[in-house]
């Protein structure tokens, strides 16, 4: 077969035909755009320890938002790709290339850390370009953030049976980024999700991310396996607790007079690093 790819008999139609099915221009256009995502991401792990740097991380999150939200519909997206990954593990037929958003997302948070959730997710910078600001400091507590854990691993496993018992992509008929990146819904429920979305948005930070979203807390699961790349306290730290004020998703909690981190909940955002005086906060690079 290979002999006749260099004779003048090659039927080119039927090899450029087999040579779509496999990879269409769509499929390449989508994995040079999930490339450059990724390489992206790896630069920012680079510099986020700089001070001017971390500055632009609002510019990082106007840009995917603008691209994968309202240019592309906000679909495929990453909770897409991580259902369609339960499916062909359930045995479904499905193409490869739907699944490496999601399965890429795992090494590269365990070797260059969270910055995924923090600097590119168009789902987590419509929320936070939402957010006005919250007065409710209930949500701060250790309590509170176990609690929001809790029902992110509740929705994790209604996530999967749904999955197993539908055998079918059922978040994007509901998928409420969907709706607002494309200014219309199908159906009441999606526009209920809607406008839930967006009030609690304006409320609360990144509620979707600390309370719904599978994928940050698979994310948050790679924080714990030994030598992940993810934010460290040394003992320089003198619970100031001035880390813990700034920290909006309450990854870094103030307790019983002690700061102590929550890493599954750290998005790697680097407010916290400017703000530490003694320099107590770092990056764990001991792989």
Known sequence: MLQDVFT????????????????????????????SLFLLLIFISLFIKND????????????????????????????????????????????????????????????????????????????????????????????????????????????????????SYLWGHYDPFKSIYNLRTHNIAGFSLVIILLISSLLIYRPFCRAICPVGLVLGWVNLIPGARKLTKSETCVNCKICSNLCKTNAIVYEKSEVSLNIQDCIMCGECFGSCKKQSLCIDNRR
């Open 8 to 35: 003048e008999n090659v039927d080119f139609t039927a090899l450029e035909e087999t040579t779509t099915q496999f990879l269409t221009k769509s499929d390449l256009r989508f994995l040079i755009e999930l490339g």
């Open 52 to 167: 001017f740097f971390r500055k632009l991380r609002p510019l990082f999150l106007l840009s995917t938002l603008a691209y994968f939200g309202f240019y592309k519909g906000g679909c495929p997206c990453m909770i897409m790709s991580m259902e369609n990954t339960l499916l062909l593990f359930l045995g479904k037929s499905i193409a490869w290339i739907t699944i490496i958003w999601f399965l890429s997302l795992i090494p590269l948070t365990y070797f260059f850390g969270k910055i995924w959730c923090g600097w590119l997710c168009h789902l987590g910078a419509l929320q936070e370009f939402l957010f006005a600001g919250s007065r409710f400091r209930i949500l701060t507590s250790l309590k509170a953030q176990t609690i929001l854990r809790r029902i992110r691993l509740a929705v994790l496993i209604l996530f999967f049976v749904q999955t197993a018992i539908t055998m």
